[in-house]
């Protein structure tokens, strides 16, 4: 069965995950982290893409990325996957594949869920149990979106310096947004989009989406589709799929 392409929208942000083959680690120690935030701060600007979120972890990566072109996004993700794997058999005398397969995407309506499928990703240390709160782990965005510590690889998007008129209140209002938890459901519609490739956002964005690329983006219905009840020219009772009734 062939791939689904990638949904592909300039401008608009896009949910990245890149796992280890087989979920193996693909951080062993500090000096790969480093390495790997400082070839996405490298890269990122080489293919026009924003970075508003990001979380390491030991064994995949999440993050929110804006390509400025279509096509930049794959290309970031194409040479930073290569150049870090390659890096990271060299240094732990390994060879073969790092990485599980392409990354997966899903394209973020920016207006409805921007701030949750960042707190998604910043939140994933604690849902892990790693830590009990995002400021006690290092390789996430977190402490830099709320304000502890610079970073040259964070993007603010246009949402967020729209939560203040000043740094310390943009800081302010940010942290306040995780003060509510992210519920199962929202945790399942992330989920949902991200592993399947599909868009996430409002009815009336996705189906935007759909005319504008001509091409499916939420999940479909499971199973073969329903049938219409019709009477047939002899007049017993028949079917027509692709109706429901």
């Not at 072109?69 to 732990?92: C, P, W």
């Not at 849902?127 to 603010?156: C, F, H, K, Q």
Request: aromatic letters at 10%.
């Amino acid at each position: 069965m062939s791939r689904r392409a990638r949904l592909k929208i300039a401008g608009q942000p896009f949910h990245v995950i890149q796992r280890g083959n087989n979920r193996s680690e693909t951080f062993l120690g500090r000096d790969d982290f480093v390495l790997y935030l400082g070839l996405l701060n490298e890269l990122a600007p080489l293919f026009e893409c924003a970075t508003h979120a990001y979380v390491l972890m030991p064994n995949h990566v999440h993050m929110l990325i804006t390509p400025s072109e279509a096509d930049g996004l794959s290309l970031l993700m194409k040479h930073l996957g290569q150049r870090y794997a390659q890096h990271f058999n060299r240094v732990h005398g390994r060879t073969g594949t790092l990485w599980e397969g392409r990354f997966k995407s899903s394209l973020v309506h920016d207006e409805s869920y921007l701030f949750t499928c960042q707190r998604y990703i910043e939140l994933n240390p604690v849902r892990a149990r790693m830590v009990g709160d995002p400021w006690d782990y290092p390789w996430v965005s977190y402490r830099a979106n709320a304000g502890r510590e610079p970073s040259t690889l964070i993007a603010r998007h246009r949402l967020y310096l729209q939560l203040g008129a000043t740094e310390d209140e943009r800081c302010d209002a940010y942290r306040k947004l995780f003060e509510d938890p992210l519920t199962d459901e929202q945790l399942d519609e992330i989920r949902t989009a991200v592993n399947g490739g599909f868009a996430l956002g409002t009815r009336e964005f996705v189906e935007a989406v759909e005319r504008a690329l001509e091409r499916r983006a939420k999940p479909g219905v499971n199973g073969r589709p329903r049938k219409r009840a019709v009477v047939l020219p002899d007049g017993k009772l028949g079917s027509v799929p692709g109706f429901g009734f």
